[in-house]
Structures are given as structure tokens and as C-alpha cells.
């Protein structure tokens, strides 16, 4: 059931309920230390989990020789596929990923053994004793290479859904989007530009390592405690490997580190599980760092073309444009991801004549699968290069090109589907280009000495603020400075017709004489605030106090991903569901019970609602206590929540209703480069987005500046490097660099809260809309600072240089 | 080998410490204190930043042997009987925390700059914290909450950010 009304009473008689910046509820086990993530869990008699990797990216495997890893004192179990007791792959949409290695590895780092052991270091000494014998192959690394005639099959006797309809075998997935007549507007177009973007592949980089727990059960199953983003199908997809009834499979979420899509696919779950259950004996599995990076899938790299055509007052007239992303070896949400980026792929513009094709590919690069933003991002960079080309080909300002082809509620997206929310494109735009830029500083040319602010007084030169900070080595004589813009738009939720929902659990009881509510569902708290926003529900909704949080399981319905921004949606909708049928038992309680004390509890809940512990009238009369009315029973129910069926995309034109809600911010960036040295420093970020409405002003703001520092480290420095080879050539964080406190500028935020009429409160999926447009608004600021075409990001020294 | 140093004034004990452990591992694995984090075991991250003679350092880059008979400080010391710092608070107060992974380090990390520099300037505070990395907050609400922990908004170093855009930007929702 969808829920379409946004209640006008979500006032609280009790402190902490929606609208306020409530503090989360884990904040203090956070700070003392004593909040348990995947990697801090222990269990008597635990052995230590550790994988050996392909060290190619494409061979075949003649021979595993485990024997001498086997005779490693210390050592209690070393695996090969050999060992697998049931399905032997796995996959989020295509099960094409080998739980093991059978016969070939398809990319560098892809799990070949595992080995159990007392120590951690006892465990990987023994996994460099197992000798594997490889074969090497020609590996496939772009879309040349991919579709040749005589290319290797990656996966050959592909029976996925998408096989039929892909024009070769390494495809994975291919979306055109088709509306108008492109060839008949680009005759009538007065401009005409066309670029080619390239978009590098950053990784999630969450801070806490993939880890995790598995405990032998005695009933032959087997308990995972484990740091994920969807518990419920991740069993779902556990159960067949382990040979196990799902019911046999009990997960449940421990502290979470960070996520950021990294956590949708298996890493660790199986193997942990798998040498559990070998041993007997609980199998705990840490990843360090350079693991965590071929543990899990990254954002897909992009080459994307873009034509736009206008005319000479700049309406957009049509755009044409051919994505293609790199999955790597094995599918992943690479499909979801290519209907994505072809669905959203013009950006938030009006246009009446599109033609946009994306393809995803298999090739031997590492896996890509979801990141905050999800196909999304690379769109966006692209689109909103092309936008400031137009700009400038016009002469026009580029905001003021934004503007005028700005979707708005009404407009008709290049699939057909019609925006039925509000969508203030036009409005995020004016706010950020409205907001006062920060002062100039002493070092650039024209700067009113004494406007130096902070930074070491009028006229003085703190080294630290310039491009380059203490490492520098000029003193600002070749600093110019840039402002760029940009705006995007993303999906809220899943979409093409996926049968999207979440469950929540809640019960209301007496306890210690006052009212106590709890909240069970299998959400993922990955960092987000999904649990305070779920108190926040409850206090609104019931009128009490005090809420607990039962740890997230698989013991209640599944919540679907923390992923696509809609937890806060899909669960907190569900929340609220289960909030207003327990409220209806508690009005229905009342009446039964205490109904003669009182006309005015009448034959139905009208007018009456829950506050302060107590039911009481419109007008706030209390007309009794919960404590009163629920005696010693305790109100205990479960709903879930849907969100309105959307469609698939039609294979041929890519019309269809698909997406559920869109989300809308907009950025500006200010930079100062250093033209000599090629070195960036991103002097500040604006923001504006619309919330529809902010649950939780201060996590909302958060996520607003934490999805901006993702965006800021695709522009200038976030890079997985892969060789010719394949093979990663960065997997640290000495080598993969993300922004230090030192790259991030203050942020402005400016939230608008626009209630959309489907969704829950009328909120807006916020997580990951900040993520697409701060990339393109930071190079649009080094354009601007520099004057260079930047078509690449990340942004390299060598690029500003021209080199 | 056995290493004995004190944990937050407690004098404690390792036994069996192989020599390539590191004073992270003894601390979580041996010690059973896990607030500092393994993020990056390379020194890259601290997530691991503990003191060692009041010195903030990465536990993972500390051989266990090394802090043979010296003082060491985690998170776990941080609070008091009465409950919790006034760092901690303040990172729960200003919504410093979100995933929390990179929260200890960082606690750590800001106690010892402000016994160092009790007003730091937002520049002193980005620079000192540079060495940790938070993946989730975009740092502003960290460099909020030790604004909050030097003495409230009205400290010094509080609205002279590089830009005025460093108090924060509109307070959320206003805008709407
Ligand atoms: S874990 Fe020690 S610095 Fe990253
Ligand atoms: S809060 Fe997640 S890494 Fe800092």
C-alpha cells in the first residue's frame, strides 16, 4: 500500500519527534568506544578467516595445491571450490560470481582459497604456502576489447534476463532511451556542441573494514553477525551456497562502518560461513585495507559522448548521448546501474528530442557495482560539462542556461514519465548562485589587502589555504581563482517496476510504569541515521517518550538496501505504518475498555491521536492514560510498506514509468588554482537541496556535506588505477587518496522542503543527490579558474597544465 | 613475548605477543579494547590514534613491544565516572558522529590538541585532525563539534573561518 496523504497534525507533545535534529541513539556508544562494528567482534575458541587472491586479472587455473598450507601448525581448515557444499555462485541480479574460483579468475584479487587458522598471521602465512597454477589470458579491458569479433567470452552460456537482448556476449546490459525525433531538431539547431567525458573508478572507501562473525549453530545452521547493507538478501543469497534452508541462515547487522553501495554485494559472508561451518568453530574474517579494496565492487568508470543541440536563446532543442560503463568481471547492479545513467542521463532539463544509449560491459577490470549515486554521477558530470560548453558557446551565463531549461513539476522526462512532485531545478540553481562567495584572499590579483580574514590576518599569506597547503612551494603568485556550477537529479528508491518494500516491527508496552516503544526492523544502519529518524517516527506517531531499538535481524521481514536513498522512505514509512495500527489498537483498546468515561471517544479513532503518554482530543484534552488503557498488554505489530509500482523501461525506447521519486541539489564551487604547480584547493562548497521535508534537519545537513566531500574527491583526486594488465595498481589509502580535513572547504547548505505528495511526511530521499552535482561544479570552477576543457575526472596536475 | 605497559592508568598485561604485532592488535585482540579502529594498519587513516606518553600516535604503525613499560590512552579513557568528556558530547551534540568508524580516532586526536591549543583556530583544527580520515561527515560538523568543545560558538577561531560560510551556512530548514 502506498501511503499518499501527508498527515497535518505531526506536531509532538513529546521532545525528539520529526523536524527536530534529535541525537542519534548509538552517538554515545560511538564516542565512548564501546559501539561493536563487524571487526570488533569476538567468540571463545575463534579462529581467524583470511582469503588467498588472484594475483591476475584473467587466467585459468590449472591446479590448487593446499597440502602445504594444510601442514601449517595452527591451521584448521584451507577451501577450494572443490569444497563448496551447494551452489557455487552467487549474485545481487545475475548469479555470476564464482563463491571460489573455478577453472579461471576473471579479475585481479577475485577469491581463489581460504584458510582458517588460530592467528591472523598464521592464517595468511599458510595461504601464501597454497600453490595455485595459473594460465594467464589475454585480458579484456574496454569496450574494444569486449566486443571484438574474436574476443574471450567472460561468461559464455549467459541465461540472465538480459542476455537475450544484448548485441554480444560482454555486454551486460544495454538501455536506450528514445523520445522525438533527434535528427529533425538537430537540422533546426542554431548550436551544436558534442565532448567526450571519461570518468575515473572511485571506490566507496568506507573507513571500516568488510568483517564479520559466523558461529556454528547447533541445529547444523549457522549465525552471521556481519556489517551489510541488506541482510534479507544477503541470506537469500547465502542459503544456496551453504546448502542450508534459509531459516537455517540467521544474520544479524553489527556496527557498520560506512557503506556507500560497497556493502550490497557479498565479500566475506560466504567464506566466513563456509569455514564455519568446516570447523565447528566461530570464523571471524577482518579485511585489511588493501583486501577491502578487491572485496568489494567500485563505481563504474565511464566513457560517455554527448551531443546538444539548441537554440540561439538556449533552449535545449535535443541531446544525443552514448554512455559506457565498465563493470568489470561480473554483473553485479551493473544493470540497474545502465538504467540509471541512461534514464537520467540529460540531467534535470526539459528536452523534447532524446536519444541516449548506455551499455554496460564485463571486461577483467575489478567489479563495479553500486556507489552513492549510482550511474547517476557519471551522467552528471557529463551532461553539466556540456551545459557550461553551451554556456559558453551561447555567451550565456551558465545558471541562467540551467535555468531556462530547468525541469519543474509538470515537465515530461525522455522517458515518457511525467515529474508529479515538486522539482524547484530552477530554484536550488538561484539559491546557490545567490549565496555571498567567500572574500577574496590577499594573494589574488585585485584583493582589497585586510580582506585576508582568518587566514593569518590583512594582507598575510598562510601557506596552509593555497593550493598545495604546507607543501607548497610558491607563495601564491600564480593562484587564480574559479566558480563553477552545476545541478543534478536522481532516482529515490528502486526502480523499473522492482516490488519495493520494508517491514517494521512495533511494540507498545508499560514498563517501569511508562509507556515504552520498540522498533524492529532488518534496516541497516550503515551511518546514515536511519534509527534516530525511526525514533523520531515512533515518538511523533505514538506520543511517547521513551524508544528502543531492537538490533536489525533477519528474525522480521526484510527492509530492502540501505541504498537509492530510501531507507528513510521505504523503512520509515513502514515505521510510521506500524505506528498508526498500533495506535489504532490503542484508540480501539480504549474504547473498548474506557470508552463509557467519555462521549468523546465515539465509535471511531476520528479526532483523537496520541501525545505525552496519553490519548487525548484535537483540542489536547487528555482523555486517559496509555498506562490506563494498556494495563499489562502489550500492543505488538507489523506492517510493511510499499512504495507505488514503477515500470520497466521498454528494451527498444526506454519509455516507462521507473522511477519512484526524484531528488534534485544543486552546487557551487569555488576553487583557487595554482597554474604553475597544477595544484587545486577547493576554497568552498554551496549546496541547496530539497528534502521535501527534513526529518532530521542536522543528519540531513550530514549527509548534504559528506555526499559533497565524495563528489569533491571524484573532481581532483579519487582514483582506482588499473594497469593494462588489469591489475590494481593503488589498493591503500597511502596510494588511493581520499579528501583530508585539509581538501575539505567549509560547506553552505541551504535545505528546501517542497512535500512531495507520495512519500511519507512528503519527505525526499537525501543521501546521495549531493554526491552528483559536486564533481562537476568543481571543475566547472577550474575551467573557469584556468580556461582548460578538463574532460576527465579526476582532475590530474598534468590536465591543468596541459601536459 | 610478554608486554606490560598501563591502559589508561590501569597497569595490564600481553601474553604470547608475536614481534610483529602491533600495540592495535594487543589493544583489540588481546587487551579487549577495541575503541581504536583498524582502518588502514598503514598509518594512513587514524583510526587507530591513541596516546603513548601523552604523544597521539597510530597504534598500527607501534610495534606492542615498543610501549613496554609506558602509558598508553584510548577512547575508552576518555569519559569520566559522570559520563562522558566534553569532546565526546560535543561530537554527539554538533551530529559529528555518523558512521562513528573514524569517531575514537578523532576524539583521541582532539583531546590531546585542545590540552595543547585550547582555542585553536579553524585552520589549527584542519590542519591537526589532517592526519584522520572521515569518510562520512565532510568534516564540517567535526570541525563544529570542536568548536564546541574549545568553549561554544563564541570562541575564538569559531566564526573566523576562511570564509564566512565556516559558521555553518542557514540553519537547516530555515531556508524552506
Ligand atoms: S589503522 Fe592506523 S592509521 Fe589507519
Ligand atoms: S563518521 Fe564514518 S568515517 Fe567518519
Redesign the pocket.
Known amino acids: 500500500m502506498a501511503v499518499t496523504r501527508t498527515p497535518s497534525r505531526i506536531t509532538t507533545g513529546v521532545a525528539g519527534g520529526i523536524g527536530t535534529s534529535a541525537p542519534r541513539p548509538d552517538g554515545a556508544l560511538k564516542v565512548t568506544g564501546e559501539f561493536a562494528y563487524s571487526s570488533d567482534l569476538w567468540a571463545e575458541d575463534m579462529l581467524w578467516g583470511f582469503t588467498l587472491r588472484s594475483p591476475h586479472a584473467h587466467a585459468e587455473i590449472r591446479s590448487i595445491d593446499t597440502t602445504g598450507a594444510l601442514r601449517v601448525p595452527g591451521v584448521h581448515a584451507v577451501l577450494t571450490h572443490e569444497d563448496l557444499p551447494a551452489k557455487t555462485h552467487y549474485g545481487l541480479e545475475i548469479a555470476d560470481q564464482p563463491v571460489l574460483a573455478i577453472g579461471r579468475v576473471r579479475f585481479h584479487g577475485e577469491p581463489v582459497a581460504l584458510v582458517a587458522a588460530d592467528h591472523p598471521e598464521t592464517a595468511r602465512r599458510a595461504a601464501e604456502r597454497i600453490r595455485v597454477e595459473y594460465v594467464e589470458l589475454e585480458p579484456i579491458v574496454d569496450e574494444a576489447t569486449a566486443t571484438a569479433p574474436d574476443a574471450a567470452v567472460l561468461h559464455p552460456g549467459r541465461t540472465d534476463r538480459h542476455s537475450r537482448h544484448v548485441p554480444h556476449p560482454n555486454i551486460v546490459h544495454r538501455q536506450p532511451i528514445r523520445r522525438g525525433d533527434v535528427a529533425a531538431a538537430r537540422a533546426a539547431a542554431d548550436v551544436v556542441v558534442r565532448g567526450d567525458y571519461e570518468v575515473g573508478m572511485q571506490d566507496q572507501a568506507f ?1 571500516g573494514p568488510e568483517s564479520g562473525l559466523a558461529v556454528p549453530a547447533e541445529d547444523g545452521g549457522v549465525d552471521l553477525y556481519i556489517a551489510t547493507q541488506w541482510l534479507h538478501v544477503d541470506r537469500d543469497q547465502l542459503a544456496p551456497v551453504l546448502g542450508l534452508p534459509p531459516e537455517k541462515v540467521r544474520l544479524t547487522l553489527s556496527g557498520v ?2 557503506a556507500f553501495g560497497a556493502r550490497e554485494d557479498l565479500s566475506m559472508q560466504a567464506h566466513a560461513c563456509l569455514l564455519a561451518l568446516r570447523t565447528g568453530r566461530p570464523v571471524k574474517i577482518v579485511y585489511s585495507r588493501e583486501e577491502s579494496f578487491f572485496g568489494h565492487v567500485h563505481r563504474h568508470p565511464a566513457k560517455l559522448s554527448y551531443e546538444h543541440g539548441a537554440t540561439r536563446d538556449g533552449r535545449l532543442l535535443y541531446v544525443a548521448a552514448r554512455i559506457v560503463l565498465d563493470g568489470g568481471a561480473y554483473a553485479s547492479s551493473t544493470p540497474a546501474v545502465v538504467g540509471n545513467a541512461a534514464s537520467l542521463g540529460v540531467g534535470p532539463y526539459e528536452v523534447d528530442n532524446v536519444e541516449v544509449e548506455a551499455v554496460g560491459l564485463y571486461t577483467n577490470n575489478p567489479p563495479c557495482g553500486a556507489m552513492r549515486g549510482f550511474g547517476a554521477v557519471q551522467a552528471c558530470f557529463a551532461y553539466e560539462s556540456q551545459m557550461d560548453r553551451l554556456a559558453a558557446e551561447l555567451g550565456m551565463d551558465p545558471v541562467e542556461l540551467r535555468r531556462r531549461n530547468a525541469v519543474s513539476q509538470g515537465s515530461v522526462m525522455p522517458t515518457g514519465q511525467v515529474i508529479d512532485a515538486p522539482a524547484p531545478v530552477a530554484e536550488l540553481l538561484r539559491r546557490v548562485k545567490e549565496m555571498p562567495l567567500p572574500p577574496e584572499r590577499p594573494w589574488l590579483p585585485g584583493a582589497v589587502v585586510g580582506d585576508g580574514g582568518p587566514d593569518g590576518g590583512a594582507g598575510a599569506v598562510d601557506v596552509r589555504a593555497l593550493p598545495g597547503g604546507l607543501s607548497n612551494t610558491t607563495h601564491g603568485e600564480g593562484v587564480v581563482r574559479g566558480v563553477g556550477y552545476a545541478v543534478g537529479i536522481k532516482n529515490v528508491g528502486f526502480s523499473e517496476g522492482f516490488d519495493d518494500y520494508s517491514t517494521a516491527r512495533v511494540r507498545l508496552e508499560m514498563i517501569g510504569g511508562e509507556p515504552v516503544a520498540m522498533v524492529h526492523t532488518a534496516m541497516a544502519e550503515v ?1 546514515q541515521g536511519g534509527v534516530t529518524v525511526h525514533g523520531q517516527i515512533v515518538r511523533t506517531e505514538l506520543g511517547v517518550e521513551r524508544v528502543t531499538i531492537h538490533p536489525a535481524d533477519t528474525r522480521v521481514g526484510s527492509a530492502g538496501s540501505t541504498s537509492a536513498s530510501r531507507q528513510t522512505y521505504m523503512t520509515g514509512g513502514a515505521v510510521k505504518l506500524a505506528c498508526e495500527a498500533v495506535r489504532a489498537e490503542v484508540l480501539r483498546l480504549g474504547r473498548e475498555r474506557l470508552g463509557g468515561t467519555s462521549p468523546l471517544w465515539g465509535t471511531d479513532d476520528t479526532g483523537l491521536f496520541l501525545e505525552g503518554g496519553k490519548v487525548v482530543t484535537a483540542e489536547g484534552r487528555p482523555l486517559a492514560s496509555l498506562a490506563e488503557v494498556l494495563g499489562s498488554d502489550a500492543i505488538d505489530l507489523t506492517r510493511e510498506h510499499h512504495h507505488r509500482r514503477t515500470e520497466p523501461f521498454d528494451l527498444r525506447t526506454g519509455q516507462g514509468f521507473g522511477h519512484v521519486q526524484y531528488s534534485f541539489c544543486a552546487h557551487r564551487a569555488v576553487v583557487e588554482v595554482d597554474t604553475e604547480l597544477g595544484l587545486v584547493k577547493v576554497v568552498e562548497m554551496a549546496a541547496a537541496q530539497d528534502v521535501g521535508r527534513a526529518l532530521n534537519p542536522k543528519s540531513v545537513e550530514g549527509q548534504i556535506h559528506g555526499g559533497t566531500a565524495q563528489g569533491l574527491g571524484l573532481a581532483v583526486m579519487e582514483e582506482i588505477l588499473v594497469s593494462d594488465e588489469g591489475r590494481v595498481r593503488n589498493p591503500s589509502f597511502t596510494d588511493y587518496l581520499i579528501p583530508t580535513f585539509l581538501d575539505m572547504p567549509p560547506m553552505r547548505v541551504e535545505i528546501l522542503e517542497l512535500a512531495d505528495p507520495h512519500a511519507p511526511y512528503g519527505l525526499r530521499g537525501v543521501g546521495e543527490a549531493p554526491t552528483l552535482s559536486s564533481t562537476p561544479a568543481v571543475v566547472a570552477a577550474i575551467r573557469a579558474a584556468t580556461g582548460r576543457a578538463l574532460t576527465r575526472v579526476p582532475v590530474r596536475p598534468e590536465h591543468i597544465l596541459g601536459l | 613475548m610478554r608486554v606490560s605497559f598501563t591502559v589508561n592508568g590501569r597497569r595490564l598485561e600481553a601474553d604470547d605477543v608475536w614481534e610483529g604485532e602491533s600495540l592495535l592488535y594487543v589493544l583489540r585482540e588481546r587487551l579487549g579494547l577495541p575503541g581504536a579502529k583498524n582502518a588502514c594498519e598503514q598509518g594512513e587513516c587514524g583510526s587507530c590514534t591513541v596516546r603513548l606518553d601523552g604523544v597521539p600516535v597510530c597504534a598500527c604503525l607501534v610495534a606492542a613491544g615498543q610501549a613496554q613499560d609506558r602509558a598508553v590512552e584510548t577512547v575508552e579513557g576518555l569519559g569520566t565516572a559522570s559520563g562522558l568528556s566534553p569532546v565526546q558530547r560535543a561530537f554527539v551534540d554538533a551530529g559529528a ?7 575514537p580516532g578523532l576524539l583521541v586526536a582532539v583531546d590531546e590538541l585542545l590540552e595543547r591549543v585550547p582555542r585553536p583556530s579553524d585552520a589549527d583544527v584542519r590542519e591537526a585532525l589532517s592526519g584522520n580520515l ?4 565532510g568534516y564540517e560538523k567535526i570541525l563544529e563539534a570542536v568548536r564546541l568543545a574549545a568553549g561554544g560558538p563564541d570562541a575564538p577561531g569559531a566564526a573566523a573561518g576562511p570564509a564566512a560560510g565556516e559558521a555553518g551556512g542557514a540553519p537547516a530548514g530555515e531556508a524552506g
Open positions: 573507513l562502518g560506512g551511518g | 558522529v555518523q558512521c562513528g568508524f573514524c569517531t572521515c569518510r562520512c561527515t
